[in-house]
């Protein structure tokens, strides 16, 4: 299991929950760590964003990140797609370093290329999109799989056209983003990811920059994704309820610790730790821990 930062942060094993689905479901994942987390720290100059953090997540696992803004949450995402280094500490994809390796008692930067390697495992669908604007939709789908995995463009393009009909945009093939609306841009991010064929899907606030109206669409293909493949996911959220429904953990983050680790039915009606309660019930109102 995960080892919390905090002396006071409690573990599933700490306590009984009740079943849900995903709870049931964990049992049924892999117990191999696919992402490692060994005393990982991360400073930007003096700021100090996570220190000395170990958790892990297994293969096929969904694991929500949750906690106030500032918390480190996205930072560990990045850190995981090498968007970021982690200033000390090991980060370790499937047992294998991911960007450093300790060698006569250093810690010594792996080169470019058996890191570039490893990303391709990775994949990740950002809050603003992050489309080529000058690109076609499926250009920005098959740009990856032909430059970076090799793929011929015969083998790309289907790919990618089967990857539209699944989220719903089979007719915006040759569209330009700019004339997608941001619901659409964002299903196109995830087409994008997914035409990598990762083994781990990292999700970071994918809905904080749609309409309100939108977001259940964007959530829906996203559930699709956890209910129909084994992709690990690890991802950052404030739609609490997305979390309970596909989450095999949820863990709690508060100033780069983590405070709290449950299945998400504990989390969500039975928080044990006081940060949890109190960013629970400013998110979700009071009297809402414990229902439905």
Do not use: C, W
């Not at 997540?57 to 929500?64: F, H, I, L, Q, S």
């Not at 700019?178 to 841009?185: F, K, R, T, V």
């Amino acid at each position: 299991m995960p080892t919390p930062t905090d002396p006071g942060a409690t573990t599933p094993g700490d306590r009984a929950g009740g079943a849900t689905a995903a709870a049931a479901g964990h049992a049924t994942r892999g117990t191999a760590p696919i992402i490692e987390f060994r005393d990982v720290e991360k400073r930007f100059g003096d700021n100090v964003v996570l220190k000395d953090l170990n958790f892990h997540v297994n293969k096929g696992e969904r694991v929500t990140l949750i906690g106030p803004s500032g918390s480190g949450k996205t930072t560990i995402l990045r850190l995981v797609m090498t968007l970021e280094e982690a200033t000390d500490g090991m980060i370790l994809i499937d047992g294998d370093p991911l960007t450093h390796r300790i060698e006569g008692g250093k810690r010594v930067r792996l080169s470019n290329k058996e890191i570039k390697k490893t990303r391709t495992r990775i994949g990740m669908v950002f809050q603003q999109f992050n489309l080529f604007p000058n690109m076609t939709v499926i250009q920005n789908i098959t740009e990856s799989p032909i430059h970076v995995l090799g793929q011929s463009k015969d083998e790309a393009r289907a790919k990618a056209k089967d990857l539209l009909h699944k989220v719903g945009l089979d007719d915006k093939a040759d569209a330009h983003p700019s004339s997608l609306s941001g619901g659409q841009q964002q299903r196109v991010a995830i087409a994008r990811a997914l035409a990598m064929d990762p083994e781990i899907l990292l999700l970071d606030e994918v809905t904080s920059a749609l309409d309100p109206e939108i977001v259940d669409e964007v959530l829906g293909i996203l559930r699709n994704i956890a209910d129909t493949t084994d992709i690990t996911m690890l991802i950052v959220t404030h739609e609490m309820q997305f979390a309970r429904d596909v989450s095999d953990r949820v863990l709690m983050f508060d100033g780069g610790a983590i405070v709290e680790d449950a299945d998400p039915h504990t989390m969500f009606t039975a928080p044990t730790h006081d940060r949890t309660k109190k960013f629970l019930r400013a998110v979700l109102g009071e009297g809402q821990i414990g229902t439905r």
